[in-house]
């Protein structure tokens, strides 16, 4: 008999465990490959409603598998490598935002999930970037709103909803670097080929002509899957790049920039997945009175 692979050895504790894998569309090739379901923070969230098993390995980072851990309670929440954090969410912290609700009484809170556990505790509405637009239409409009922690994307959700909104000054050290220059580089360099961009970008608000489509990362995967395009150029995390050229390997997809790596997409790899299984760890576990706050500002998220 031939040796087990570890791919198999963690499809045989998946079934054992009875747990499912979801892996983020950033995560190495290897792991989008062994995981159930591959995805964006808004897909991952209603995955792990779905899921039937009683645990989810979450290939992602923190606030994805709090995120989970938060709207299934009773479901034991596994994150691979407990140092996949997220600088976007360490950006602002519960504390910060209570003195800046304080300055503005009455405002409604809008936190993206890239927040910790504490600071959605803190917040009215909870979104993803594919469905901002749609969450900050939902508030009255005569109500000020305080949206956080990314600035890019709150100003592109500004810009879109005309909304009266206060944005927190946080950004992505991975998206923040891809700037308007770089744009106008690929535009002049690549003619023709379109250009799409994540709204945590630090070029998509302030050069949105060069850009064809603002897209959260499971919108950029439909359009790779439907498009005839020789050539698109990508302006986020260069994961993403696995699933577009395995869905559509007729087009040539080619990142803004090589360098846009988010180390804690990438501190899980296929050995952490299969010790997290085979040893029940790292356990996410979210405080009783701060997952119940959480949950409404979640609930929100999930059903819009
Ligand atoms: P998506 O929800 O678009 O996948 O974005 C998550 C994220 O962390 C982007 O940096
Ligand atoms: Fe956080 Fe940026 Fe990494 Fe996304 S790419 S997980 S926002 S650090």
Redesign the pocket.
């Known amino acids: 008999m031939g040796a087990t692979t570890l791919e198999e050895e963690i499809r045989t504790l998946g079934r054992e465990r009875d747990a499912v894998i979801l892996a ?3 995560q190495r090739p290897e792991v989008q490959e062994v995981a159930d379901f591959v ?4 897909y991952l969230s209603r995955k792990a409603i779905d899921a039937p098993q009683s645990v989810i390995v979450f290939a992602g ?1 923190r606030f ?1 598998a709090e995120t989970a851990k938060i709207l299934n309670p009773t479901k034991t929440v596994l994150l691979p490598d407990p140092k996949a954090g ?1 600088g ?1 969410a360490d950006s602002i912290t519960a504390e910060q935002l209570r003195t800046w609700k304080a300055e503005h009484p009455g405002a409604v809170v809008v936190a993206y ?2 927040t910790s556990a504490e600071v959605k505790a803190e917040s009215d509405y909870c979104c ?3 469905n901002a637009i749609d969450i900050v239409r939902k508030i009255p409009e005569d109500k000020e709103i305080l949206f956080l922690p990314d600035i890019f994307l709150g100003e592109y959700v500004r810009s879109r909803t005309g909304r009266n909104m206060h944005l927190w000054m946080g950004d ?1 050290p ?2 923040a670097k891809l700037r308007p220059e770089h744009l106008e580089q690929a535009r002049a360099a690549h003619p023709g080929a379109p250009i799409l961009a ?3 970008c630090g070029c998509s608000t302030q050069a949105m002509g060069h850009v064809d489509r603002i ?5 950029m995967v439909r359009f790779a899957e439907e498009t005839r395009a020789p050539e698109v150029i990508v302006a ?2 260069v994961g993403i790049l696995h699933r577009m050229r395995k869905l559509n390997p007729g087009t040539k997809f080619t990142p803004l920039s090589e360098g846009a790596i ?1 180390p804690f ?1 990438k501190e899980i790899d296929l050995v952490d997945v299969r010790d997290s299984l085979a040893l029940n760890r790292f356990q996410i576990d979210v405080p009783t009175e701060t997952a119940t706050k959480a949950r409404r500002a979640l609930e929100r998220m999930v059903a819009a």
Do not use: A, K, Q
């Open positions: 983020h569309n950033y995805g964006d923070s808004l980072v994805m997220c976007l999930i890239n993803t970037s594919s992505c991975v998206h994540h709204p945590e897209l959260s990362t499971d919108g986020t995390e988010c997409m």
